[in-house]
């Protein structure tokens, strides 16, 4: 298998990627080793305007964390910073799918809590899905966020659309 190892070659290969078919980032995907150096490159490729490149490079980073790859406190925290920068919805979802199998380093979690709850109110209900899994994620890592996150669920439960309820009823409960 090829290796791709330079961030000008791996910005080559996403630039085939036409914003809507997959199949160019899983061959991308399967020629990157699973590095923190690979990591560090997609991240960094994920930070452009360009929104093509920021969604192949968050579904790649995505990818990379279902194989249980390990992501470093640094790149979290870059991830972090990414989902609450301006980012096409896609690439917020990418990182919103992340970031609960993810340790949520503690000085990034009241930036990412803020954020979330007013993500929590956006017209997407995919991103608004995933940002009370990852309000969950916060409350289970970090125990002050508890009583507050319990409350923002029970109102997503009463008041969301079905698919948002969904979602939330596949959470185990927090404890305050």
């Known amino acids: 298998m090829e290796s791709v190892s330079s961030i000008s070659q791996l910005e080559a290969r996403l630039q085939h990627f036409d914003g809507k078919h997959i199949d160019s ?3 991308v995907a399967a020629t990157l080793p699973r590095t923190p150096s690979a990591i560090d ?3 960094s490729l994920a930070e452009r305007s360009d929104p093509a490149m920021q969604i192949g490079a968050t579904w ?10 390990r992501f470093s406190s ?3 925290t870059k991830l972090v910073d990414l989902l609450c920068g301006s980012s096409p919805w896609e690439s917020r ?5 992340m ?8 000085p990034s979690t009241e930036m990412l809590f803020q954020f979330l709850v007013r993500v929590a109110s956006e017209s997407n209900k995919f991103v608004r ?4 899994t990852t309000l969950h994620a916060i409350a289970s890592q970090h125990a002050d966020y508890a009583a507050e996150v319990i409350s923002l669920l029970e109102n997503g439960l009463q008041d969301e ?3 948002v309820r969904a979602r939330l009823r596949q959470l185990k409960p927090l404890t305050k």
């Open 60 to 69: 790649i980073l995505k990818c990379f964390q279902s194989q249980n790859v």
């Open 93 to 97: 979802l990418h990182i919103l799918q």
């Open 41 to 43: 490159e997609l991240i």
């Open 129 to 132: 899905a995933w940002a009370y």
């Open 74 to 76: 640094n790149q979290v």
């Open 161 to 163: 659309a079905a698919s």
């Open 25 to 27: 980032l899983f061959r």
């Open 99 to 106: 970031l609960p199998k993810l340790d949520i380093p503690a």
